[in-house]
């Protein structure tokens, strides 16, 4: 059975720090494209980023690039979001995604990030 | 940037009536591989989304065969042949074809 499980959420100040896990289990991760994609409350849906199975290519949104940064362990079947400079508009639920294309797309239940003093 | 737009916003729906939305985009999502590059998604309350509609036609894997895609290039539409109860949320289409990914504002479906 696939599983996509995100940790690392919380309550962080502006300008602060955290780093989300997400980690998989039931299918060949190190295969799959794995993205980040986050929802503010009440809001729509933002994809982040996103990264190639073997952690050769990234891609970031605008509005996180230079302050997040995604990574993934293929040993540990673990998907990373490095957030820094936090801003309180980055407050959201972080979804850790698989794929993202065609009928791989396999959603995890999301971490809350809150971003406030 | 490939902006979605989606429409309606709100959708006041019968149970055993058809539904349908739409969601347009800034840019042709027809690949050279003559593929078009469109996702739909459901989002139940609580939930998180789960994929209905793939490459603008093709249903996931489990979906319902009452959901259906269509269009091509710029316009594309979903259809609900006959709205149950478990059909309400919001309804996403998304973009996966030019980084950055983008998603249309969303559809909330509800029960009249």
């Known amino acids: 059975e696939v599983q996509l499980v995100e940790s690392g959420g919380g309550l962080v100040q502006p300008g602060g720090s955290l780093r989300l896990s997400c980690a998989a289990s039931g299918f060949a991760f190190s295969s799959n494209w794995m993205h980040w994609v986050r929802q503010a409350p009440g809001k729509g849906l933002m994809w982040v980023s996103g990264?190639?199975?073997?952690?050769?290519?990234?891609n970031y949104a605008d509005s996180v690039k230079g302050r997040f940064t995604s990574s993934r362990d293929n040993a540990k079947n673990t998907f990373y979001l490095e957030m820094n400079s936090l801003r309180p508009e980055d407050t959201a639920v972080y979804y850790c995604v698989r794929s993202l294309s065609g009928d791989s797309d396999y959603w995890g239940r999301g971490t809350l990030v809150t971003v406030s003093s | 940037d490939i902006v979605m737009t989606q429409s309606p916003l709100s959708l006041p729906v019968t149970p055993g009536e058809p539904a349908s939305i739409s969601c347009r985009s800034s840019?042709?999502?027809?690949?050279?591989?003559?593929?078009?590059?469109l996702n739909w998604y459901l989002q139940k309350p609580g939930q998180s989304p789960q994929l209905l509609i793939f490459l603008g036609s093709r249903r996931a894997s489990g979906v319902p065969d009452r959901f259906s895609g269509s269009g091509s290039g710029t316009d594309f539409t979903l259809k609900i042949s006959r709205v149950e109860a478990e059909d309400v949320g919001v309804y996403y289409c998304l973009q996966p074809l030019q980084v950055p990914l983008t998603f249309g504002g969303g559809t909330k479906v509800e029960i009249k």
């Open positions: 990264m190639n199975g073997d952690g050769s290519l990234t």
């Open positions: 840019q042709s999502l027809l690949h050279s591989n003559g593929y078009n590059y």
